[in-house]
């Protein structure tokens, strides 16, 4: 049997894949009934020059809904930029750190932040404050572990690591250091109190629409350390100064991200019923393991696991194997986990409905049965 032969012409199935990743039903609906001609434009959003008139208005709505939703106030830009959360990898130390005596300290609590790492080195000095490799990741660094430098440029934190699961509940104290966070994965699926970092950026595609657009917000006086040798296009401050429209933007999927951030407002409760939704949902999954006795053992130690991404390993791989094609059968995808950590993967988005993970809960139990009949 094919893959395709499982899912009829138009039928959706539940997608739990950790990115691109599932969209909100109602906004690939707009996008869909938009897509020939925008209302009162008569063009498709995929075909409008960026800077007519009624791309201002889609690029000047989403900035303003998406700061509305995350509360980013003066002392704040927020830009959208382009080359995905990968070149914040680079353009963070490019602009934060390049030509500076002190290090940049990184906490490392996956496999996301041990990437960035390697990326600051190019640029400067690099401290690894915590990194939690000897365990493969499964936790945070309690207090008081994490050592930073004297005078860091900066300290970097992933706030939710896609591949192994682990998430913050809180953001680390690093008193007046600008702390800076890759949010990519769990960017608009809880509040955040942006007053509290130096840097945010977080690409689209995991939790705010589709890849080719990401979220820089920066604290004003960090623009500041920019040099003026860097390339234009890597310079925090020409995407500021041009209002994230220094060339061409990713017009349509900025305007997708303009359609999650409204849908995150009207019909979610903004973030802090984001939040609820999702810790419910992730809940379901980790009330499941919890109940298996170790058939389903979890990835990431209990207090640190992701309401975004559930991690967790069955008795043996081929076990494993089975587990996943009989999802796929029951229209439930993408649940292999990723090769460094094994076993299954469940990221449950903001997109993911109830329906999704009740779905997969009740295969969970009914799965679990049969390997003990
Ligand atoms: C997906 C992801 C990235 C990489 O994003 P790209 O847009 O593909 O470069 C970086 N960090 C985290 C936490 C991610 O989840």
Known sequence: MTERSLVSDGERVFNFSPGPAVLPLEVLEQARDELLALPG???????ISHRSPAFDRILEETLADLKGLLGVGDSHELVLVQGGASLQFSMVPMNLLRGRPESADYVVTGTWGATAVKEARREGRVHVAWDGAATNYDRLPAAGEIRLSDTPAYVHVTSNETIQGVQWKRDPDVGAVPLVCDCSSDFLSRPVDVANYGLIYACAQKNAGIAGVTAVIIRRDLLERSRDDLPTMLDYRTHVKNGSRPNTPPVFAVYVLGLVCRWIRDSMGGLEGMARHNRAKAKLL???????????????????????????????????KEFVKGATVRGLVDLKGHRSV????ASVYNAMPMEGVESLRDYMLEFQQTRRA
């Open 41 to 47: 434009v008569g063009i498709s959003v995929l075909e």
């Open 342 to 345: 094994g076993g299954i993967r």
């Open 286 to 320: 980790y009330d499941v393991l919890d109940a298996s006795a170790g058939f389903y053992a979890g990835h990431a130690r209990p207090e640190c696991r992701s309401d975004m991404n559930v991690t967790f390993r069955l008795p043996d791989e081929a076990t494993e």
